[in-house]
């Protein structure tokens, strides 16, 4: 049994105040494999006061003592990366064939922030103005479960560069993953208070974040209903935000799109990290000329999926989070049927030889329209849906039919086409033929997938403050 029993305060591991225990689980098993103690309303007021006191020298400390630290984080981390992986597999059940690119991710926005900051203008001369780009104080960091240690990398490396400090509020499902964390983070050796982590419950240690005066800045990626309740929260004290929410990415399928070339790609996009992932391309727009021709290609391709134990080299998807979000991907299963899309492949129950498992068959819907839940609502799970479209136009139209705007994918062969139909689309990032992805690039969302930036410039603007100062002596 792993038994968790501290939180991260003023640069020392501590007790919390908080009393209750949380059982953590083996996401292929079912079973329990361990405990962690949560902190409460004190343990976060004391974390936010550390932070405070932090901030005023930590803030007045120069570039290149920040790009120091940030490779003294990024080395403490590839450290510990075997043991992150190991974290990942077990806690959400990451199929070992893919989970090394979270401790890499982490590892990596470190080093993004370095080149960032190396080069960044923090004061400008905008006409007779001085403008000084400030870094905002404390900021309460809020990540979710899915790949925890990535998030809390991403948006720690960017509070570093700014000069700004935080108190983090990881998802109560990732403890394991996020302890291996922060015992590398502290062999980093940040300042006292720069840095500070309480587990614990969302509208506990959450809420204490969202309206506490003495934070700043709320930086969260996770569901939408929780982005809308913490900016309702923080409007109060005019907090700042960052919101990186959910999604339903389409995937849009030209008609002279190669389908031997885009159907992997489609697959990877649609069902990677299990399915749990938020910019997961999950409404598969295709040809009605050409929708005989995709369904079979995808539904041979789902049946010679591995899903299972993570651990198997040939799994290529794993197990849900946890029952409750089990749950929730089977209902929707359910819905799509009674809603009387046409199933393809998959269904409701667990796959062959996975009875102990929160294991979900890979599903694809098809004869989908826009309307349905299954076609609106983000399932994150290893659910498909195929939407068959008959013009250029109206594929247009369903991928902008939605009250997302997070990501979108594009497939075809012609490049003014594609570009074409790319700068249509409603939504932070269009990523066309699948790749590459720019990690330097701004990624956020339109519409009810958020608000403001993270990565390169734009992510470390997103902890700034602009003061211009006019007039001169004399």
């Not at 109206?394 to 979108?408: K, S």
Request: aromatic share 6%; net charge negative.
């Amino acid at each position: 049994m792993n038994i968790i029993n501290s939180t991260y305060i003023d640069g020392h591991f501590v007790t919390p105040q908080g009393t209750e225990l949380f059982a953590l689980h083996n996401a292929a098993t079912g079973k329990v494999t361990g405990q962690v103690r949560f902190g409460d309303q004190h343990d976060t007021r004391t974390a936010i006061a550390a932070a405070k006191r932090a901030f005023p020298g930590f803030s007045k400390t120069t570039r290149q003592q920040r790009i120091d630290w940030l490779n003294a984080l990024g080395a403490a981390v590839k450290a510990r990366s075997a043991d992150l992986t190991e974290a990942a597999i077990q806690e959400y059940g990451a199929p070992v064939s893919q989970s090394s690119w979270i401790a890499d991710y982490a590892v990596q926005a470190f080093e993004l922030a370095v080149k960032t900051l190396k080069d960044f203008p923090f004061t400008q001369q905008v006409g007779s103005a001085q403008v000084t780009l400030e870094p905002l104080g404390v900021v309460g960091i809020i990540t979710p479960w899915n790949a925890n240690a990535t998030f809390i990398c991403s948006k720690l490396a960017m509070v570093i560069a700014s000069g700004s400090t935080c108190v983090v509020k990881p998802s109560e499902l990732s403890a394991h993953q996020t302890q291996v964390l922060v015992e590398a983070l502290h062999e980093a050796g940040l300042p006292q208070g720069v840095f500070n982590l309480v587990n614990g419950r969302g509208e506990v240690v959450g809420a204490e974040l969202s309206a506490h005066r003495d934070i700043a800045k709320i930086s969260f990626t996770g569901s939408t209903a929780t982005g809308k309740a913490i900016a309702r929260a923080g409007v109060e004290t005019m907090k700042r935000v960052t919101l990186e929410l959910g999604g339903k990415s389409p995937t849009v399928l030209l008609e002279d799109a190669d389908l031997n070339q885009a159907l992997p790609l489609v697959l990877a996009v649609g069902l990677g990290n299990n399915g749990q992932s938020c910019i997961a391309g999950t409404r598969i727009l295709v040809p009605r000329t050409r929708l005989a021709e995709f369904e079979a290609g995808i539904t041979a391709a789902v049946q010679g999926i591995q899903s299972g134990d993570p651990r198997d080299p040939t799994t290529a998807i794993g197990p849900m989070v946890s029952q409750r979000q089990w749950d929730r991907v089977q209902s929707y299963i359910r819905t799509g049927i009674a809603e009387g899309a046409t199933l393809l492949v998959g269904g409701e129950g667990r796959p062959q030889g996975t009875e102990g498992g929160w294991f979900v068959k890979p599903t694809v819907f098809s004869n989908a329209h826009n309307d349905m839940i299954i076609a609106r609502e983000e399932i994150f799970g290893p659910v498909l849906t195929i939407i068959p479209y008959d013009t250029q136009d109206e594929a247009i139209e369903i991928a902008n039919d939605t009250d997302y705007g997070l990501h979108a994918y594009v497939f075809g062969v012609d490049p003014i086409r594609t570009a074409a139909v790319a700068d249509a689309i409603l939504a932070g990032r269009v990523m066309i033929n699948a790749g590459p992805m720019e990690p330097m690039a701004p990624f956020g969302g339109f519409k009810q997938s958020g608000l403001g930036r993270e990565n390169g410039v734009f992510g470390l603007q997103a902890f700034l403050e602009p003061k211009a100062v006019m007039g001169k002596v004399g």
